[in-house]
């Protein structure tokens, strides 16, 4: 039985008009099954939602300098962690983000960043109303 769960909301940065239904917000299952041990999974899917705040404040500030490659870069990264676990609406917003921002384009930068916020809380949200599995001895 897989455990994604899509909650409300639209899809990635890009999707204005875009009629295909939202990315699940993370694929649990495939999460555990990469990390190996439940409560491994549960600290890094926590942890990347505890790093939003520092991610943010760069990306912010980076637009702030009109620094797009600045803002790729830290796209990138948020992409490759929340890839990482399974984290698939977080991945799939911060792959139109990066793509954005190689292009040079800032207009709706602040836009882009607030639907990778709302990724984030969806991803903190999910984690924290998941029924975790217990952990085997």
Same mark, same amino acid.
């Given at each position: 039985r897989r455990r994604a769960c899509a909650a409300s909301g639209g899809g990635g940065a890009g999707s204005e008009g875009d009629e295909s239904p939202p990315e699940p917000v993370c694929d649990m299952d495939e999460a555990l099954t990469r990390?190996?041990?439940v409560e491994l999974a549960r /600290?890094?899917?926590t942890g990347l939602v505890d790093?939003?705040?520092e991610? *943010?404040?760069r990306l912010e500030g980076a637009l702030a *300098? /009109?620094?797009?490659?600045?803002m790729r870069l830290a796209a990138h990264r948020l992409k490759g962690a929340a890839s990482a676990l399974a984290a698939r609406r977080l991945?799939?917003?911060a792959g139109e983000c990066e793509l954005l921002w190689f292009t040079g384009e800032l207009e709706g930068a602040a836009e882009a960043i607030a639907k990778l916020d709302e990724a984030v809380r969806a991803l903190e949200t999910h984690c924290e109303t998941f029924d975790w599995p217990e952990e085997a001895a």
């Open positions: 990390t190996g041990r /600290e890094l899917v790093q939003w705040q991610t *943010r404040g *300098r /009109e620094d797009p490659e600045e991945a799939a917003t």
